[in-house]
């Protein structure tokens, strides 16, 4: 382990929790060797949206059966190049908005609603939290032979960061509410979805824009029951969308896959089987 990342600078780190400056698994490091080879990953989890614990019950179960170890925080300021240096891979799932002037609740619940006070609330205002050096950090990172897994609502990011968007290779549009729709494997000889059937999940149905060529797409969303999507003109989307592509960024690698907003959408046993490919896949191990 570099020094970046040393046991006694992650058990200050411990420290700093009360304070929300950072958010590792520690248990995770504390039984991994300083020599130890295995490649690395960090994992940036967590929005007002997404409660950073479904995450990292998800994504501790992955890294456990792959055998590789990992970090995650919830401190997006973290993120720059001296960190990434200390990682082979690095995963996001959240979205680009942070909320400085606060929230009434994590999602739009009705008890926010009936608030005697809500008038002297500030009003909501997101602001994005990645920087122009930030964008700069992952794209280099990639470049120079780090891997990216960009998951669900991190395609958001692109909307804020021209060099995350080159790097990931998309950029959000919308979902509808959560509701069943099904996951085709477009491209059943990439090695990511080698021994992955389709499936049907209830989930996000993202949709995005996609910037890179049509022959990286490996998973295609549908909704076999004819609802749609519908962007902030109005316009409808239909009901299928890009869900999941891969391809080689400089000497890096970058993975793209759209679900993953409930626990039950990550476990999903055929898209488990998948991330765990892609992780593979994006550490050159197979």
Avoid at 65 to 80: A, G, K, M, R, V
Avoid at 171 to 176: N, Q, S, V
Wanted: charged share 25%; glycine share 8%; aromatic share 12%.
């Amino acid at each position: 382990m570099s020094s970046a990342l040393s046991r006694r600078r992650l058990l200050k780190s411990a420290g700093a929790l009360a304070s929300g400056a950072v958010l590792l698994d520690l248990r995770i490091d504390a039984a991994v060797p300083g020599d130890d080879s295995r490649p690395r990953a960090l994992a940036l989890i967590g929005d007002r949206y997404h409660n950073a614990d479904y995450i990292r019950v998800a994504l501790k179960r992955l890294f456990h059966e792959l055998n590789l170890p990992f970090d995650y925080t919830i401190n997006y300021e973290q993120i720059s190049p001296r960190l990434l240096a200390s990682y082979r891979l690095f995963l996001v799932l959240r979205d680009g908005m942070i909320w400085p002037r606060g929230y009434l609740e994590p999602n739009d619940y009705e008890y926010s609603h009936g608030l005697e006070n809500t008038r002297n609330w500030p009003k909501e205002q997101p602001e994005a939290w990645i920087t122009e050096e930030q964008g700069g950090a992952i794209k280099e990172f990639v470049e120079a032979g780090g891997a990216l897994y960009a998951m669900h609502n991190s395609s958001h990011i692109s909307l804020s960061s021209k060099d995350y968007r080159a790097v990931m290779g998309g950029a959000y549009i919308m979902h509808p509410a959560l509701r069943p729709f099904k996951v085709s494997v477009v491209n059943k000889q990439h090695p990511i979805t080698r021994d992955v059937r389709d499936f049907i999940v209830n989930d996000e149905q993202h949709f995005v824009i996609y910037d890179k060529d049509p022959k990286y797409i490996f998973l295609q969303s549908e909704n076999t029951d004819g609802l749609t999507g519908t962007d902030d003109n109005g316009k409808d989307l239909g009901t299928k969308s890009i869900a999941g592509w891969a391809y080689d960024y400089g000497k890096g690698r970058v993975v793209f896959t759209g679900v993953g907003h409930t626990l039950h959408a990550l476990w999903e046993p055929e898209y488990f089987k998948l991330q765990k490919n892609a992780v593979r896949w994006l550490l050159k191990m197979s």
